[in-house]
Each structure stands twice: as structure tokens, then as C-alpha cells.
């Protein structure tokens, strides 16, 4: 752990040294921080090396994968439905024999259970009220690899080392905008791509999640009708799918 924090320990070393006038407390943590470092170099300064070296050229090994897995990370991963890349923050992770488990935090609708007087027959929509939105988790996973690879080929990696990372952050927010926008209950005239499944019920689900983010890339059916985009349904008739 101490080895992936280096990074952060020396730019907080930097921070302290900065202070004109440290406090006793800030002193204390200074002569900590650099002891910490100090016992890190003299013990794991290959280690070090290396990562450093592979993170100049953003590349990593399964190895060392752990460097780039701190947690409180912002993390990109692809939608398995939309082919579009979504944002998560790394809140922990362990390593099993087939790989990486990461368990991550996004945002996301959140679904308002009914109250214990509220009748069966009453709307969802009548029961939200304003849109909610909150943290919800999801498990990411990076399967064992051979070798250097390239640290944006992997399933999931921090999104600092994406090419376009301001590019990527402004496509994020713009696509949040959107389904902040389209929460709730919207009728809506369609023509075009729907989704790459093929049973209706994909179709219609995967339409609806499309039309809510904007974003189809990896199409193969088409649609032509009017749709009714209702998030708080799809979550409760299919909440495994993202």
C-alpha cells in the first residue's frame, strides 16, 4: 500500500516543505513523511524505480498492478451494453486467482421504496417526486495478464491515464446533464439504432437505456416508433444490468 501511496507521500512531503511557518503537529508529520519515504527508498527502491519507469511510458504488469489501484481513484471502465466508457471511484479491491475484483462507487438514479401505506395500484413516478440521484455500487474486474501492457488496454484503469482525459471528463458530464434531464417519465419519437440483443425485451431495455445516456456506439438492430423512457421500471424489472 505504502508503495502505490509514494507518489501522493511525496508531493505531501512537497506540500509541508512549502509551509513557511509550520505548526508542531505539521513538523511532526513532515519528520514522519520523510522517514516513511526515507524506509521506502532504502527498502523498495527498485520497486519504485520500476513502476516509475513503466508509469512514464503508461504501461503497468500484472505484478505490479496494484501501483495505479489506490483507492479514492477515479476510475474509467467500458459499458458492456452502450460500448461507452463510464466513470467509478475505487473504494477497495482484491486480488484472486483469475484477477482483480474492484469494488467501485458511481452515480446512478436511485430507485424510493414504497412506504407501507402506499397502495400497489399508485405510480412510481407519483412516489420519487424530485429526481434522486446517489452512490451506488458495482464490481469491475481486470483478468491476470501476461507481460507490459498498456494501462488504457486494461478493462478498467485510472482515468489520468486516458489520452484525452479533460476531453473524456467534459463527455462525462454532458452525458450526466442528460440523464439528470430525462429522469422520470418521457415520451419520446425514435428512428434509428436500438441495440446489439436480440430478443424484444433487450431491444426495448437497451433502447431505453440508450435514449436516457445518449450513447449507442455497437448497434446491429434497428427501431422506429415511439418509446416510453421510464428509469424507475427498468430498474426494479431488471436491476443486475447496468
Known amino acids: 500500500m505504502f508503495i502505490a501511496a509514494h507518489p501522493q507521500l511525496l508531493r505531501y512531503r512537497d506540500k509541508l516543505q512549502c509551509i513557511c511557518s509550520r505548526s508542531t503537529e505539521e513538523e511532526n508529520t513532515l519528520t514522519g513523511v520523510i522517514s516513511l519515504l526515507k524506509y521506502l527508498h532504502e527498502d523498495h527502491g527498485a520497486t519504485i524505480a520500476e513502476i516509475a519507469n513503466l508509469l512514464h511510458n503508461k504501461e503497468i504488469t500484472y505484478e505490479l498492478l496494484y501501483a495505479i489501484?489506490?483507492?479514492?481513484?477515479?476510475?474509467?471502465?467500458?459499458?458492456?451494453?452502450?460500448?461507452?466508457?463510464?466513470?467509478?471511484?475505487?473504494?477497495?479491491?482484491?486480488?484472486?486467482?483469475?484477477?482483480?475484483?474492484?469494488?467501485?462507487?458511481?452515480?446512478?438514479?436511485?430507485?424510493?421504496?414504497?412506504?407501507?401505506?402506499?397502495?400497489?395500484?399508485?405510480?412510481?413516478?407519483?412516489?420519487?417526486?424530485?429526481?434522486?440521484?446517489?452512490?451506488?455500487?458495482?464490481?469491475?474486474?481486470?483478468?491476470?495478464?501476461?507481460?507490459?501492457?498498456?494501462?488504457?488496454?486494461?478493462?478498467a484503469y485510472p482515468m489520468k491515464h486516458h489520452h484525452d482525459e479533460a476531453g473524456l471528463r467534459s463527455v462525462l458530464l454532458a452525458r450526466a446533464r442528460k440523464w439528470v434531464d430525462l429522469y422520470g417519465v418521457h415520451h419520446m419519437e425514435y428512428k434509428g439504432t436500438a441495440t446489439k440483443g436480440c430478443s424484444k425485451y433487450k431491444v426495448q431495455y437497451a433502447l431505453l437505456k440508450c435514449l436516457s445516456v445518449m450513447l449507442l456506439t455497437k448497434p446491429i438492430r434497428s427501431t422506429v416508433g415511439s418509446w416510453l423512457i421510464e428509469v424507475i421500471p427498468s430498474q426494479r424489472f431488471a436491476p443486475t444490468l447496468n
Not at 471502465?77 to 452502450?82: L, N, P, V, Y
Not at 400497489?120 to 507490459?148: C, M, N, Y
Open 69 to 155: 489501484l489506490v483507492p479514492g481513484t477515479l476510475l474509467v471502465s467500458t459499458d458492456t451494453t452502450t460500448g461507452e466508457l463510464c466513470a467509478y471511484e475505487l473504494k477497495s479491491y482484491m486480488k484472486q486467482c483469475a484477477g482483480y475484483a474492484l469494488q467501485c462507487e458511481t452515480l446512478d438514479a436511485i430507485d424510493v421504496p414504497k412506504s407501507e401505506d402506499t397502495e400497489d395500484s399508485v405510480q412510481p413516478e407519483t412516489l420519487v417526486g424530485p429526481a434522486r440521484f446517489g452512490r451506488v455500487q458495482r464490481t469491475l474486474s481486470i483478468e491476470r495478464f501476461e507481460g507490459v501492457v498498456k494501462i488504457a488496454a486494461l478493462d
